[in-house]
């Protein structure tokens, strides 16, 4: 009986200071969690405000950059940029798509600066015009001419009420206006 309450008497103290020990311990680390949290996120904070300074000028640029890729393909200034005499219409539409191809690889790596919304806009718009582009080139006859495919590609997107890339210019301003 002796024994047992010896055990008891150097037992009960330690798990007492093992409870105590283990309440501070978890407070303690709970604060170092909240701490480490708050320093975590006021850096990134900081380290935000820093590159605003840095990205603003560049997302400005992209901005401007894909209004004028847009620009640059809608399908009037396409055509007017890419036509030349004695082209034919099969030899215009290849070279239309090929132009709007590649006006879109130079301009690729400007959606890092956009955002999804406004990338999306531009990849529909860019796709929208293709379509136009290959839909009058089904309705124009394989022995047109480029100037009657460039004046067919004109005439059907006429009709249209808002160009695909239009509707994607108007997006990217409001877009910009909001953000700057």
Do not use: C
Not at 4 to 16: A, E, Y
Not at 56 to 73: K, S
Request: aromatic share 8%; hydrophobic share 45%.
């Amino acid at each position: 009986m002796d024994i047992v309450i010896q055990v008891i008497i150097l037992i009960v103290p330690s798990l007492i200071i093992l409870g105590i020990v283990y309440i501070m311990m978890n407070g303690f680390l709970d604060g170092m969690k909240k701490m480490f949290t708050e320093e975590y996120r006021r850096r990134k904070e900081e380290t935000k405000i820093a590159n605003h300074g840095t990205l603003a000028p560049l997302r400005i640029q992209a901005y401007e950059r894909m209004i004028l890729f847009l620009e640059r393909i809608s399908p009037g200034n396409l055509v007017m940029r890419t036509h030349h005499s004695g082209i034919t219409a099969h030899e215009l539409h290849a070279e239309l798509i090929k132009a709007i191809r590649a006006e879109y690889e130079h301009n690729l790596s400007q959606q890092v600066y956009l955002s999804i919304g406004a990338w999306e806009m531009i990849k529909t718009a860019k796709e929208e015009t293709a379509k136009i582009i290959n839909i009058t080139a089904e309705k124009t006859a394989a022995s047109a001419s480029g100037l009657d495919f460039g004046q067919a590609v004109i005439s059907i997107s006429s009709q249209i009420k808002k160009l695909p890339t239009e509707v994607a210019i108007e997006y990217l301003k409001k877009e910009f206006a909001e953000n700057f």
